[in-house]
């Protein structure tokens, strides 16, 4: 059975940084893309971060472009969401996903405030 577990989130205030983790297994870790997406209170679902299985590379929307990364670990089935300079609206219940068979974690919460 498939598991996604987030660790990580936490309340912060604005220009902090948090790294993210999503620990994974029931399937060949490495053999598959990995995204974070997130979900603020009355908003949709959106990709923060995505990463590639074969060739590591990535892609962010221009919300986070410059202040995400996302990284992995494949010995250690775990994949990465460093924040920096973080913002009030980044405030959200962050997920890990594993797009090709639509599985998602249960989330982690992320609150950016003074």
């Known amino acids: 059975q498939v598991q996604l577990v987030e660790s990580g989130g936490d309340l912060v205030q604005p220009g902090e940084s948090l790294r993210l983790s999503c620990v994974v297994s029931?399937?060949?870790?490495?053999?598959?893309?990995m995204s974070w997406h997130r979900q603020a209170p009355g908003k949709e679902r959106e990709m923060v971060a995505t990463?590639?299985?074969?060739?590591?590379?990535?892609w962010y929307p221009d919300s986070v472009r410059g202040r995400f990364t996302i990284s992995r670990d494949n010995a250690k089935n775990t994949v990465y969401l460093q924040m920096n300079n973080l913002k009030p609206e980044d405030t959200a219940v962050y997920y890990c996903y594993v797009p090709y068979i639509n599985h998602w974690g249960q989330g982690t919460q992320v609150t950016v405030s003074s």
């Open positions: 990463i590639n299985s074969v060739t590591n590379s990535t």
């Open positions: 029931g399937l060949p870790f490495s053999r598959y893309g």
